[in-house]
């Protein structure tokens, strides 16, 4: 069988600063070729710039190795999502890939996929409640959230500092499956510096539900945290470190910052290195974001779905974590990077994922 070779995969860690490895090296994907079959890809937003790169690179990739594509962007909103999909079904798309909105409202869709024996890939959400789900490729979630998490601890010398240090926490998208994944792999490593009250949450809010932003919006992690600020720190006194989950997020967070505080400026972590958040960090307004290149999820994506059409054994490289409900589903994770203001040249403008005036 001809085999067309597309090797681009990042999916090594670049570490600085963390006593993590550097690179741990390229993987190659081989990509077997396509025969015109339609794949439908839908993809939750617009609005924020990771999807628009992710559904960029799944068509440019899939029709690179021959496949038609229909990508379809549902505003934000799960009715438009799930009639997208239901009309990808009845045009005849043979496999559906799906980054949902919310994770557990696709079910009808899924279920009419099954009926019609359509493949289903989760896009880096995971579709829940449903045994519809044939695969799940995604970055590392918990790892995300570890990676944000020791990042405050190194950052703060927490191991050696007396403290006590103030942190808040900005979490995700509750109808997310994975923003409860980014919460609890930095909250497992924070948790015992607020048990032993080096670290405090002075406005109290450390549960998930608190601290959720609902869609991962801006203006909705802003108004939080200017609340936040205007309570607990109007009187000058220092937040000295801000857990945000995603870039979204700590653009919310660096916003109201700006506005309504006269303390030292915090670390803030984020994740995506969406262009907006890493000029911030050059500027010193985030300290750190996670790379999840989204070359890399798109090319195992497109790997996966020809092993499955060629009646191959398909690359996973987990099948115990990501239980939906119903079963659990196999799952390709890829390894996220962290990045920061040391190593983001390297990572994002030489791996040729931005130009220099992306950044500008
Ligand atoms: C993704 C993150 C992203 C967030 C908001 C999550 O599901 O994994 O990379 O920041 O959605 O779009």
Redesign the pocket.
Known sequence: MKKQLISMILCGAMVAGMGLSAFAGETEADVLPGNGQKIGVSMPTKD?Q??NQDGDNMKKQLEAAGYVVDLQYASNDVQTQLSQVENMISSGDEVLVIAAIEGSSLGEALTMAKENEIPVFAY??LLMDSDAVSYYAT?D?YMVGTVQGNYLVDALDLENADGPFNLEITA?DPG?N?AGYFFNGAMDVLNPYIESGKLVVKSGQKTFEECATAQ?KTETAQSRAENILSSNYADGTNVDAWLCS???TALGVENALAANYTGEYPIVTG??CDKENVKNMIAGKQSMSVF?DTRTLATQVVKMIGQLLNGQEVDVNDTETYNNNVITVPSYLCEPVFADVNNYKELLLDSGYYTEDDLK
């Open positions: 924020l990771r999807w880096d959400r970055f979630n995700g997310d994975n991962w995603n870039d979204s994740q995506d999840k």
